[in-house]
C-alpha cells in the first residue's frame, strides 16, 4: 500500500497567516492527490484535486502544487472559515490511503 | 450535478450484519469505478472497499476483507456494501465515493454503530 505522511498534525495559526501543510507519499503518485477540509460533523470538502486544481467554488485563497512524492496545501491570508481539520488523499490506484489529518486552530 | 445518497446505516450488535446502499445520479454510472471510505469518531479517513465499473473486480481493505462485501447494480446506478461480522470497530460514518475524471466526489455519509 502507498503510505501518505501528513504534517504537522496540529498547526496554530492567526487570521491572515500563510499557512503550508505537506504531504508525503511513499511512492510516486504522480498527480493523483487530493485535498480536504472536514470540519466537525461535515463530510469532507473537496478543495484541490489533481495536486494542483481548485474545485469550483473554492476560494483562491487555496493552492495546491507538487508531483511525485512530495505535495503541499498553501492557505494564504487564513480566514476565520478555515479553522478545520485538513487531509490529503492518493488515488492512484483503487487502494486509496489518506494522510494522517492537519489540524488548524487558533 | 454529481450526487450521492446513503442508507442503511443503523445500530448492530457485534456479530451483526447490515447492507449499505449508495444510490448515485448526475452521471453515468456504469462507466465509473465506486468505493466506500470510513470514518470511526474522531478519527482519520479510511478507505474500506472499492469496484471496477463493470463490477467485475473488486477491492478491500485488509481490516475488512472476509467480512464486507461490495457490489452494484448497473441497472439501477446503485452499489452496495454488505457488512458482516460487525465489531465494535467498525463504528463509523460510511461515505460512499467516486472519481469522474480526476474529480472526486463524496456523499454526505451514513452512521454504522456496533454495540451491545
Known amino acids: 500500500d502507498i503510505q501518505m505522511t501528513q504534517s504537522p498534525s496540529t498547526l496554530s495559526a492567526s487570521v491572515g497567516d500563510r499557512v503550508t501543510i505537506t504531504c508525503r507519499a511513499s511512492q510516486s503518485i504522480t498527480t493523483y492527490l487530493a485535498w480536504y477540509q472536514q470540519k466537525p460533523g461535515k463530510a469532507p470538502k473537496l478543495l484541490i484535486y489533481?495536486?494542483?486544481n481548485l474545485q469550483g467554488g473554492v476560494p483562491s485563497r487555496f493552492s495546491g502544487s507538487g508531483s511525485g512524492t512530495e505535495f503541499t496545501l498553501t492557505i494564504n491570508s487564513l480566514q476565520p472559515d478555515d479553522f478545520a481539520t485538513y487531509y490529503c488523499?492518493?488515488?492512484?490506484?483503487?487502494?486509496?490511503?489518506f494522510g494522517q489529518g492537519t489540524k488548524v486552530e487558533i | 450535478e454529481v450526487h450521492l445518497l446513503e442508507s442503511g446505516g443503523g445500530l448492530v450488535q457485534p456479530g451483526g450484519s447490515l447492507r449499505l446502499s449508495c444510490a448515485a445520479s448526475g452521471f453515468t454510472f456504469t462507466n465509473y469505478g465506486m468505493s466506500w471510505v470510513r470514518q470511526a469518531p474522531g478519527k482519520g479517513l479510511e478507505w474500506v472497499s472499492g469496484?471496477?465499473?463493470?463490477?467485475?473486480?473488486?477491492y478491500y481493505a485488509d481490516s475488512v476483507q472476509g467480512r464486507f462485501s461490495i457490489s452494484r447494480d448497473n441497472s439501477r446506478s446503485i452499489q452496495y456494501l454488505q457488512l458482516d461480522s460487525l465489531r465494535v470497530e467498525d463504528t463509523a460514518i460510511y461515505y460512499c465515493t467516486t472519481t469522474l475524471l480526476g474529480v472526486n466526489y463524496w456523499g454526505q455519509g451514513t452512521l454504522v454503530t456496533v454495540s451491545s
Open positions: 489533481k495536486a494542483s
Open positions: 488523499h492518493q488515488y492512484k490506484n483503487y487502494f486509496w490511503t
Open positions: 469496484i471496477s465499473s463493470s463490477g467485475g473486480t473488486t
